[in-house]
């Protein structure tokens, strides 16, 4: 059938052939001036182990026991062998890039030549928010200079315009503080007092918004974030402070932090323009998984599914195999894969609930919201 547009141009060329010869068909078909527009979409992710696809394998005097992702059984789910992530299958950014239609992104010093026009991923387990937090990762603000080597590199490959069309429409992803939580926790546990427990949350949420204010000024618009999640409610920190339940502690640093995080993202987006955020409600997310575990379809949400020791919190591979471990027979049965880290089941529902979440759940955009924000 015919489209109402052509049988216009019909009409008008039949009995008003001044205006046909004047402006031709395509102005009665309205047609952009830009459909051959390129149109970006890139994914640039920051983190520490949650969403580290295998950086710190690449990290000068690694070991086994630094980073045991390069050991059996992780990875054993979807890849069939270790490559570098801390689950036994895909993390969290492997589902997102899925769902936005993008490559899953390989670690950033990876030594493959590789555009970046999809986007990078500079996470690295253990790392901080802080330089201090555990020296000899990809700390945050380290990840921050790789990611102004990428932009250069960008800018040479695709020109200074067309690098700015990129980086302004990526969504940049981002999961960092955990680590710096647990440091401050070893060093005080219960004796700090709420006042050095505010200036340190202080500390990490000022690097942070430095950060931030880096990636916007190179050119990035939109943030999504996945704030800090239950720390307490780990199997390792379970395990590590011989608790029953949660480590009060540790979960009540990661509520601070939140509230903290989301106060700053919301101040930013007054402050800059074009700056768009989203927060992921981690801490409600995951905690609601490890309570309730069978309302999510899941069997065990208290024990990890690979490790030793008191909720098998530690130790998943044995340090190489040089130790005796526990493995479940079935790792999507388990919330945890192992002491600190998700299973890949529990991971597509995190992501899923990211991408597309409610406001209640994830906000004031979902992740798939944001990337269709000019």
């Known amino acids: 059938m015919a489209s109402?547009?052509?049988?216009?141009?019909?009409?008008?060329?039949?009995?008003?052939?001044?205006?046909?010869?004047l402006y031709g068909q395509d102005h009665f078909n309205n047609k952009p001036a830009d459909d051959n527009e390129v149109r970006y979409k890139a994914l640039f992710v920051f983190g520490d182990s949650l969403f580290d696809p295998g950086n710190d394998q690449y990290l000068p005097n690694v070991t086994f026991e630094d980073y045991p992702a390069m050991?059996?059984?992780?990875?054993?789910?979807?890849?069939?062998r270790p490559n570098g992530r801390l689950s036994d299958g895909r993390i969290v950014p492997d589902f997102i890039a899925?769902?936005?239609?993008?490559?899953?992104?390989?670690?950033?010093?990876?030594?493959?030549?590789?555009?970046?026009?999809?986007?990078a991923s500079f996470a690295s387990a253990g790392a901080g928010v802080l330089v201090e937090t555990e020296p000899g990762t990809?700390?945050?603000?380290?990840?921050?200079s790789?990611?102004?080597?990428?932009t250069e590199l960008l800018q040479e490959q695709l020109g200074d315009e067309e690098a700015k069309k990129l980086l302004g429409s990526a969504v940049y992803f981002i999961s960092m503080g955990g680590n710096d939580y647990f440091t401050f926790y070893a060093n005080y546990q219960e004796n700090a007092t709420e006042a050095l427990k505010h200036e340190?949350?202080?500390?990490?949420?000022?690097n942070l918004t430095t950060v931030l204010q880096g990636i916007y000024d190179l050119g990035g618009r939109k943030i999504a974030f996945q704030n800090a999640g239950p720390l307490g409610c780990l199997p390792y920190a379970k395990q590590e402070y011989d608790t029953q339940g949660c480590v009060e502690g540790l979960q009540s640093l990661a509520r601070q932090h939140n509230n903290a995080l989301a106060s700053v993202l919301k101040e930013l987006e007054s402050q800059l323009p074009g700056f768009k955020y989203s927060i992921f409600e981690y801490y409600d997310?995951?905690?609601?998984?490890?309570?309730?575990p069978a309302k999510y379809g899941f069997k065990d949400g208290?024990?990890?599914?690979?490790?030793?020791?008191?909720?098998?919190?530690?130790d998943c591979g044995g340090l190489n195999g040089t130790v005796p471990y526990e493995l479940c027979s079935i790792p999507g049965d388990s919330v945890w894969f192992d002491g600190s880290h998700t299973s890949e089941r529990a991971n597509l529902q995190l992501a899923e609930l990211i991408w597309s979440g409610t406001s209640n759940v994830t906000w004031p955009y979902n992740v798939q919201q944001l990337f269709e924000q000019d």
């Not at 990809?138 to 921050?144: D, K, T, W």
């Not at 340190?200 to 000022?206: D, K, L, S, Y």
């Not at 997310?285 to 309730?292: I, K, Y």
């Open 285 to 292: 997310a995951l905690g609601d998984r490890v309570l309730d």
């Open 71 to 80: 050991t059996w059984p992780y990875g054993e789910t979807y890849f069939h």
């Open 146 to 150: 790789y990611f102004k080597n990428v």
């Open 98 to 119: 899925k769902f936005a239609n993008l490559p899953m992104l390989p670690p950033y010093l990876q030594p493959d030549p590789k555009t970046f026009t999809d986007g």
């Open 4 to 21: 109402l547009s052509y049988l216009v141009y019909v009409l008008v060329s039949l009995f008003n052939p001044v205006s046909y010869l």
């Open 138 to 144: 990809i700390n945050l603000p380290l990840q921050l």
């Open 200 to 206: 340190f949350i202080e500390t990490v949420i000022g």
């Open 302 to 314: 208290r024990d990890a599914c690979c490790g030793r020791g008191a909720y098998r919190g530690s």
